[in-house]
């Protein structure tokens, strides 16, 4: 608690591998998050402090009070789950969603990590967005090199690069991408089903090259019930080519 707020506190483990590459993502999300609050791309008020210990690096974060996607969710994924007011939750996340993701896309920015864990379900029905790490945006020279984030909610176009580059060749992803992924996480959540047409226990580029060349499941043959709305949301977020997919402020105002 610091002044009767609550805090989030990411630290990396000195004892663990990836210790100092954790240290590393971690000083690069305090730089996006000055960097976007300058912005004006999120609240100032998410971040609190950032700092070195003896092990690494440390960021405070204002605690977010809410629900993970998935969670949000489950009600609607039951094939008795066609209610309005389950209804009425979906077409808010999707919306208060694609809300967040505009103020970073008008400031220049994709958050690059769009997926279910990366956002939290208020009590007021709308989310928040958390995790800026692997944001990608201007004077981008001196970072970590993108290299996609969570597989399942791969853009194709993302996934394409990712396999044609080495590993430590820097993929910048866009806006666009940035809303591939968001229909993803709603087709994955709503549906209890990944988008991708994989199995489970395949290596990731395996997986990677399924969703570069588009072997996609059907959403009308996985949704739990017809919902013309929402299925025309996810639909046009997950357009082949990027520019047919609507911008994040056109999703906010559907």
Same mark, same amino acid.
């Given at each position: ?19 100092? @590459?954790?240290? =590393?993502?971690?000083? %690069?999300?305090? *730089? /996006?998050?000055?960097?976007? &609050? ?9 971040? +609190?402090? @950032? ?11 204002? /605690? ?39 103020? =970073?896309? %008008? $400031?220049?920015?994709?958050?690059? #990590? +769009? %997926?279910?864990?990366?956002? =939290? +379900? ?16 201007? #004077? ?19 996934? &394409?690069? +990712?396999? *044609? ?7 910048? $992803? ?11 996480? =709603?087709?994955?959540? !709503?549906?209890? /089903? ?7 226990? #395949? ?21 739990? !019930? ?12 997950? $357009?082949? #080519?990027?520019? *047919? ?10």
């Amino acid at each position: 608690m610091a002044g009767g707020t609550q805090l989030v506190l990411k630290a990396n483990d000195p004892e663990d591998d990836g210790g100092r @590459d954790k240290a =590393l993502e971690l000083a %690069q999300e305090n *730089d /996006h998050l000055l960097r976007l &609050a300058r912005a004006g791309a999120i609240d100032r008020a998410y971040r +609190v402090d @950032d700092g070195a210990w003896a092990g690494g690096r440390w960021l405070a974060l204002r /605690h977010i009070d809410g629900f993970s996607l998935w969670g949000a969710c489950t009600p609607s994924r039951e094939r008795e789950g066609n209610t309005l007011p389950n209804r009425t939750l979906l077409l808010s996340i999707a919306r208060s969603w694609a809300t967040r993701l505009a103020g =970073l896309h %008008q $400031a220049g920015w994709a958050h690059a #990590d +769009v %997926q279910p864990t990366n956002v =939290l +379900v208020t009590h007021s029905k709308t989310v928040e967005v958390i995790d800026y790490a692997l944001c990608c945006g201007p #004077d981008d020279d001196n970072r970590l090199p993108y290299r996609g984030a969570l597989t399942h909610t791969t853009a194709p176009e993302i996934a &394409a690069l +990712v396999l *044609d580059t080495p590993d430590d060749v820097h993929v910048p $992803a866009g806006p666009a991408a940035d809303m591939w992924s968001l229909g993803a996480s =709603l087709f994955w959540c !709503w549906t209890g /089903h990944r988008p991708g047409v994989y199995a489970k226990t #395949d290596e990731r580029r395996k997986k990677l090259r399924a969703l570069a060349a588009r072997h996609l499941r059907d959403l009308a043959s996985v949704r739990p !019930w017809p919902f013309p709305d929402l299925e025309e949301m996810i639909t046009a977020c997950m $357009a082949p #080519d990027p520019e *047919d997919r609507p911008t994040a402020e056109e999703m906010a105002a559907w």
